[in-house]
């Protein structure tokens, strides 16, 4: 067994169990690509893709060992890169949360620049549930996600607390501070982010707690979208507490609390468990965890 065969293995299974697709991928003959999935199979004594007619499918076995396999050559990716470019702090890839993203992490990037001239820092911003599959796949160093972490294979330490402010319609019918009851609130048209992000994550989960079930109007990624429907009286949104500061400072929408409920959540840096760090991943993930005392907290001015 060599590298070789996990490559050619991950071809199959990124291309769909398609040997051939696999093969032209991987400029070999499609003869080549099957004896290698057969000659894994030998070797381990498990049977990697069920045969049903000319199609293929992965077994659990196969799924196993996908991981293992990704991981595997991640790792070596890793050491190749870095051992070939001993003498230079190297190429980090970090993704992040969109509410991270668009508040923090351009000042977090500044900051390790200001600290490490000619490094590079390439950076993806999608919801959580992307970040966690790229991690998983090995194509991102760490990732900066906001509360709960679903999958079994990342490690995640907490850096950072973070709250969510309720925000209702100036002019309406809640004053700013007031403390309303649930009966209240589940009564309101609710304006949320989608599903999948750290922010919609800790309302369902806080949701769920008190056994209120929520049918929301109005779904979407954009933080301002949401505020903007606030402001033009749509309904009530749950957003970062940060986010919405400026909006809240000059009137546009009030911020109100909820009798029972607290959205209180943890931000999180997150790395596949096999993950070798390097040094350019540890001195980032130090940089997030001490930045409060370094730096001024960056502030959100609004819309």
Not at 1 to 10: A, P
Not at 47 to 73: H, K, M, P, Q, S
Request: glycine fraction near 8%; charge should be neutral.
């Amino acid at each position: 067994m060599t590298l070789r065969h996990l490559r050619i293995f991950l071809a199959v299974k990124e291309n769909h169990c398609n040997t051939t697709r696999a093969a032209e991928a991987l400029h070999m003959t499609q003869p080549a690509v099957s004896l290698a999935i057969r000659e894994l199979e030998e070797y381990y004594g498990v049977v990697l893709f069920d045969r049903v007619g000319r199609r293929l499918r992965l077994t659990a076995a196969g799924t196993r060992f996908g991981e293992y396999a990704g991981c595997i050559l991640a790792m070596f990716d890793d050491m190749e890169k870095g051992m070939r470019n001993w003498d230079a702090f190297g190429l980090l890839r970090v993704g992040s949360s969109i509410t991270i993203g668009s508040q923090f992490l351009p000042y977090y990037v500044n900051a390790f620049y200001a600290r490490h001239p000619g490094t590079e820092v390439k950076v993806l911003v999608g919801p959580s549930d992307q970040l966690e599959q790229k991690l998983l796949a090995g194509e991102l160093d760490l990732a900066l996600i906001e509360g709960t972490v679903h999958s079994a294979g990342l490690v995640a330490q907490p850096y950072m607390e973070d709250s969510l402010s309720v925000i209702c319609p100036a002019g309406g019918s809640f004053r700013p501070g007031q403390v309303i009851r649930v009966e209240e609130f589940r009564k309101q048209k609710f304006l949320l982010r989608e599903h999948g992000s750290g922010t919609r994550d800790i309302f369902d989960l806080e949701m769920e707690r008190a056994g209120i079930a929520v049918e929301p109007i109005w779904e979407g990624m954009s933080t301002t979208a949401l505020v903007n429907a606030v402001i033009n009286g749509l309904g009530i949104a749950v957003l970062p507490s940060r986010m919405v500061r400026g909006p809240l400072q000059r009137g546009m929408v009030v911020a109100v609390k909820v009798e029972g409920l607290e959205f209180r959540r943890q931000f999180n840096i997150v790395h596949h468990q096999e993950k070798f760090l390097t040094a350019s991943a540890r001195a980032f993930i130090e940089l997030c965890r001490s930045y409060e005392m370094d730096y001024p907290l960056p502030q959100f001015s609004g819309l």
